[in-house]
Each structure stands twice: as structure tokens, then as C-alpha cells.
């Protein structure tokens, strides 16, 4: 499984973004997706998830009811939008999946998922 992800970029505060990543190699509605963030000197921690037929999980201290995952399994792409964003949502987004009873791997810091990409740069100023 292939993941690319897009969509980082550089906001002020409030403002919003749309990640995606799109997965190839791989029957993605199979896939249970996930996204993870990384920021300057901390772990690299999943805030949200979605999964196989569409129930989604987030990280709720970092989310805050802040941040959307969805998916389009015609488009082979899973969704973060992120609203109004604070400078502590500054860091590199990856995205993650699995399938059931795939083993899963460690990317860098990044651990609980199978297949990672490479990540996408969020960086929000104040």
C-alpha cells in the first residue's frame, strides 16, 4: 500500500486546511485509515481515525470537535479537515493504515499503524 498525502501549507491562526491522502495498492475499502501529527520535539500521536464503513475515532484533547476525518472509497482518499487552527497544530501530518490482521510497523517515531506515508507540513502562525 501506497499512501501520499497533500493539502499542508502555511495559515494564520482561525484559518482552516483540508489533508488528503490518497492510497493505492490496496483494496481501500479494506483499509482502516488514520491520521497522525508529529510536531518539533514531541511524539508522534494519532488524532483521528476512520474506519472500515465510516465510524471515526479522535484523539479529543487535541481535536477539541476542531477537526474532520472522512473518507471516499470511490477516490481511494481519506480526509483531515482541520478548522480553526492554532499554532500548536503546527507539525508534520502522516497519514496510516491497516487492515485486519496486518502486522503493524514502526515510521520513524510513528508507530500503530502498517503503511505510513510520508507526511504533509502544517505550520500555523499567530
Known amino acids: 500500500v501506497q499512501l501520499e498525502e497533500s493539502g499542508g501549507g502555511s495559515v494564520s491562526a482561525g484559518r482552516s486546511l483540508r489533508l488528503s491522502c490518497r492510497a493505492s495498492?490496496?483494496?481501500?475499502?479494506?483499509?482502516?485509515l488514520a491520521w497522525y501529527r508529529q510536531s518539533p520535539g514531541s511524539e508522534c500521536t494519532d488524532i483521528a481515525k476512520?474506519?472500515?464503513?465510516?465510524?471515526?475515532?479522535y484523539r479529543s484533547y487535541i481535536v477539541k470537535g476542531r477537526f474532520t476525518i472522512s473518507r471516499d472509497d470511490s477516490r481511494s482518499v481519506v480526509y483531515l479537515q482541520m478548522n480553526d487552527l492554532t499554532p500548536e497544530d503546527s507539525g508534520t501530518y502522516r497519514c496510516?493504515?491497516?487492515?485486519?490482521?496486518?502486522?503493524?510497523?514502526?515510521?520513524?517515531?510513528?508507530?500503530?499503524?502498517?503503511?505510513w506515508g510520508k507526511g504533509t507540513t502544517v505550520t500555523v502562525s499567530s
Open positions: 496510516g493504515a491497516d487492515f485486519f490482521g496486518s502486522q503493524l510497523t514502526t515510521s520513524g517515531t510513528c508507530t500503530g499503524e502498517t503503511y
Open positions: 495498492g490496496y483494496a481501500f475499502e479494506r483499509l482502516r
Open positions: 476512520i474506519f472500515t464503513g465510516g465510524d471515526t475515532w
